[in-house]
């Protein structure tokens, strides 16, 4: 799994990040000339992202399968809407 | 009494979700069991997640399973005694998975004491409508307790931040943070350094029920103050995205984030017990 700083898909609107973060969404590498990421929402939507998170056009009603996603993305940074913190040491 | 050892319990999950906060769940416990020293022969996942490798892989979780298989493979597992079943992802009003096709429970209950060898099981049901599973049949052979993160209603998940990420396989480290379902969050912390909650002299599986469900709705109502604040700040954040002309993309995101903080504020979550009798012989 890779593990990013969030501030790294600075193009990305801050509530989709927290979703990503939150494990509602999904985030993968991909393998594609024009994009970095695929993002797939909790509805299945999918979508194609650059380096810095920005949107590129991708094919409509395209599946997550389609895409060939690589590794699965987390982030490193923590949410600042955290409600329990859990001690694992 | 029935001790759980590290070699005679088998750990199964099963998962019906797309989203990975579930598969993190899932990570979460299997590192939980891992500082218990139960090995991964002792662990089988059942998940529909489209790709479960992905996440699941990086933390050296193999055994990992369509849930169409779920009988098929608990059938043929090798012998135990004991089977522990928990329930991540989403449940609905009639089951697990997708209404037009659901996993009833009966359907889960009957794959669990098919395991060979088995003398009695425990079921942890986590997903939303937990008490569907409630009132079945507990004391037919193998006897099965079940435990419910609630009854009749969703359950809640809530963002949680560990004090340091969970190692991936080779040592890096990986998840932190996410939106964990809290009620199986606090079963397997329990799980980490098993305590005797209700100080009967005894360390046993209604200890795990008690801290998870204590633990949980602790977490719930302390967190209750921040979601309106923060549905608060999300609804006024979704009004002025709309009126900048914001993408449907940015849109959906604050809008299912408001619901989420609305669904949470207003949720009510109790746990529940069936057979405490076997609950109290099944010790740590």
Same mark, same amino acid.
């Given at each position: 799994?890779?593990?990013?700083?969030?501030?790294?898909?600075?193009?990305?609107?801050?509530?989709?990040?927290?979703?990503?973060?939150?494990?509602? +969404?999904?985030?993968?590498?991909?393998?594609?000339? @024009?994009?970095?990421? /695929?993002? /797939?929402?909790?509805?299945?939507?999918? +979508?194609?992202?650059?380096?810095?998170?920005?949107?590129?056009?991708?094919?409509?009603?395209? @599946?997550?399968?389609?895409?060939?996603?690589?590794?699965?993305?987390?982030?490193? @940074?923590?949410?600042?809407?955290?409600?329990?913190?859990?001690? /694992?040491? | 009494?029935? *001790?759980?050892?590290?070699?005679?319990?088998?750990?199964?999950?099963?998962?019906?979700?797309?989203?990975? &906060?579930?598969? $993190?769940?899932?990570?979460? =416990?299997?590192?939980?069991? !891992?500082?218990?020293?139960?090995?991964?022969?002792?662990?089988?996942?059942?998940?529909?997640?489209?790709? *479960?490798?992905?996440?699941?892989?990086? $933390?050296?979780?193999?055994?990992?399973?369509?849930?169409?298989?779920?009988?098929?493979?608990?059938?043929?597992? &090798?012998?135990?005694?004991?089977?522990?079943? %928990?329930?991540?992802?989403?449940?609905?009003?009639?089951?697990?998975?997708?209404?037009?096709? *659901?996993? &009833?429970?009966?359907?889960?209950?009957?794959?669990?004491?098919?395991?060979?060898?088995?003398?009695?099981?425990?079921?942890?049901?986590? #997903?939303?409508?937990?008490?569907?599973?409630?009132?079945?049949?507990?004391?037919?052979?193998?006897?099965?307790?079940?435990?419910?993160?609630?009854?009749?209603?969703?359950?809640?998940?809530?963002?949680?931040?560990?004090?340091? *990420?969970?190692? #991936?396989?080779?040592?890096?480290?990986?998840?932190?943070?996410?939106?964990?379902?809290?009620?199986?969050?606090?079963?397997?912390?329990?799980?980490?350094?098993?305590?005797?909650?209700?100080?009967?002299?005894?360390? %046993?599986?209604?200890?795990?029920?008690?801290?998870?469900?204590?633990?949980?709705?602790?977490?719930? !109502? #302390?967190?209750?103050?921040?979601?309106?604040?923060?549905?608060?700040?999300?609804?006024?954040?979704?009004?002025?995205?709309?009126?900048?002309? =914001?993408?449907?993309?940015?849109?959906?995101?604050?809008?299912?984030?408001?619901? &989420?903080?609305?669904?949470?504020?207003?949720?009510? #979550?109790?746990?529940?017990?069936?057979?405490?009798?076997?609950? !109290?012989?099944?010790?740590?």
């Amino acid at each position: 799994m890779k593990i990013i700083h969030s501030e790294t898909l600075q193009s990305l609107p801050r509530e989709v990040t927290e979703l990503v973060r939150d494990g509602v +969404y999904s985030l993968y590498t991909v393998d594609h000339p @024009d994009a970095a990421f /695929v993002l /797939v929402t909790d509805r299945g939507a999918v +979508y194609l992202l650059t380096n810095a998170g920005g949107l590129e056009p991708g094919p409509e009603g395209a @599946d997550l399968k389609s895409m060939n996603p690589k590794e699965a993305v987390a982030f490193s @940074d923590a949410s600042p809407y955290v409600s329990a913190r859990v001690n /694992v040491a | 009494m029935h *001790p759980v050892t590290a070699t005679n319990t088998l750990w199964v999950f099963v998962s019906c979700s797309h989203e990975p &906060r579930h598969l $993190y769940d899932i990570i979460f =416990a299997v590192d939980c069991l !891992r500082c218990r020293g139960i090995g991964d022969a002792q662990i089988l996942v059942f998940v529909d997640h489209p790709t *479960p490798g992905q996440h699941l892989h990086a $933390y050296g979780i193999e055994a990992v399973f369509p849930i169409s298989a779920l009988g098929a493979v608990l059938s043929t597992a &090798r012998a135990h005694e004991h089977v522990v079943l %928990t329930v991540a992802g989403h449940g609905s009003i009639v089951g697990l998975g997708m209404e037009s096709a *659901p996993v &009833r429970p009966a359907a889960l209950i009957r794959a669990t004491r098919s395991v060979p060898g088995i003398k009695l099981a425990t079921l942890l049901v986590t #997903q939303c409508f937990g008490g569907i599973f409630n009132l079945l049949d507990a004391s037919t052979k193998p006897e099965m307790v079940t435990i419910g993160a609630t009854n009749l209603n969703p359950s809640a998940s809530l963002g949680i931040q560990l004090s340091k *990420p969970l190692l #991936q396989r080779d040592g890096s480290p990986g998840i932190a943070s996410w939106s964990a379902n809290i009620f199986m969050m606090g079963f397997f912390a329990w799980l980490r350094a098993p305590t005797d909650v209700d100080g009967d002299g005894a360390v %046993t599986m209604l200890d795990a029920y008690k801290h998870a469900g204590a633990s949980s709705n602790e977490q719930l !109502r #302390q967190a209750k103050s921040g979601l309106f604040l923060h549905a608060r700040k999300l609804a006024s954040d979704l009004e002025v995205a709309r009126e900048s002309g =914001a993408l449907p993309f940015t849109l959906d995101a604050i809008e299912l984030k408001l619901n &989420r903080a609305l669904s949470s504020l207003h949720l009510h #979550q109790e746990a529940w017990l069936l057979h405490a009798s076997l609950a !109290r012989r099944i010790h740590f």
